[in-house]
């Protein structure tokens, strides 16, 4: 006995890849249904071996359907997600909406798999940043180890992150580096990312840090620990693909570099590569498609009293949204469901 399971924006990448995942993962699915806007009504979309013709979120009735997995940006979310779940269906929802709401669980399963529990409340569990997710799979060991006091992060994050239009628009402008007459100026993206760099992830707050990197420190309190303190500095780069980090942590007690390398090789969801050599390490391209966080470069920071350096790397539309969803999606069937 499987689940009857919804995907609300499954042309989107995250989407597509909620259903590529579903498949991969043999998630016991006795039905499922492919929702969209209007706009893409009947767009045809895999599932498997299988076609699936999307169906109208506006008019969809959820009632009868056990979960669904909402990639549709905060403001449909906010229109949709309540009403599938005062049907009774429960939502693991990718958009920021619901992250920081004391009565939904944000869930990262490697890390606190329990809180899948909390979900009644109002029937959503909300799934995190993606540069937090990778993050904090990477933490969670370590913190069980030694307790970690504070963590400075710098992100490199791929243009994936801001959806088809910023992988477009890294697409067209390195084109127009070599094409005249195909020059495209900057739109999604606040300066040219083609061979470039931006410090500058969602909107500027007050205190002169943007909301991706608020986020950071906010949703890795919620989902590990409230005592630990981040500060984190968020980059956009000219990746399609893939999330990296350069992770600083500064732990209670001393870990040894080579304790932390053997934790971490036998942690969930992660791959220990880490050779001191050329090539010894992950970078963005060599991570995509694969469901594992990657950790690199572990190494003593010898400027504090007890610090570890390492680096992180992920499919942000993987491990950064899809498949934690669908991890949570297992998670929930395998604590409180129980089907299939």
Known sequence: MGYRIVVAGATGNVGREMLNILAER??????????ASRKSLGTECSFGDKTLKTKDLDTFDF???????????????????????KAGCIVIDNSSLYRYDPDVPLVVPEVNPEAVEGYAKKNIIANPNCSTAQMVVALKPLHDRAKIKRVVVSTYQSVSGAGKEGMDELWDQTKGM???????????????????VIPHIDKFLDDGSTKEEWKMVAETKKILDPSVKVTATCVRVPVFVGHSEAINIEFEEFLDEDEARDILREAPGIMVI??????GYVTPIECVGDYATFISRIRQDSTIENGINLWCVSDNLRKGAALNAVQIAETLGNRVLKKG
Do not use: C, H, M
């Open 26 to 35: 043999e998630f016991p699915v006795d039905e499922i249904a492919a929702l």
């Open 274 to 279: 880490d050779k001191r050599e050329d090539g």
């Open 178 to 196: 070599y094409v005249p007459g195909q020059e495209r100026a900057p739109s999604k993206f606040t300066k040219q990312i083609a061979f470039n």
């Open 63 to 85: 009632t009868g359907w056990d979960i669904a997995l909402f990639a549709i940006g905060s403001e449909a979310t906010e229109k949709y997600a309540p009403k599938a779940a």
